[in-house]
């Protein structure tokens, strides 16, 4: 299989003790203009909002470094 290009996007909301967890699962995106599109859909349903992609081929575990696409409010550290 050939390198593909992974976008994903993430939601966060703040718990009772104001640390940042994730809203749902991070949904994977078929392109970057929509996941933008959908980041800025849900910016106003979540505290934070997080899109990014990376170029990978899984069919022998080689993740490039992520990109981020957009980002709304506070995200925890992910790094």
Known sequence: MAK??????AAYKADDEGNMVEA???RQMPTEDR???EGKALSSQ???????????DPD???YGPPT???QHGEIPDIG
């Open 35 to 37: 996941a933008i599109r």
């Open 60 to 62: 022998i575990g080689e």
């Open 4 to 9: 593909i290009r992974l976008i994903v996007i």
């Open 46 to 56: 979540y505290d934070g909002v997080l899109a990014w992609a990376r170029d990978a």
């Open 68 to 70: 981020i696409i957009y």
């Open 24 to 26: 749902f699962e991070p």
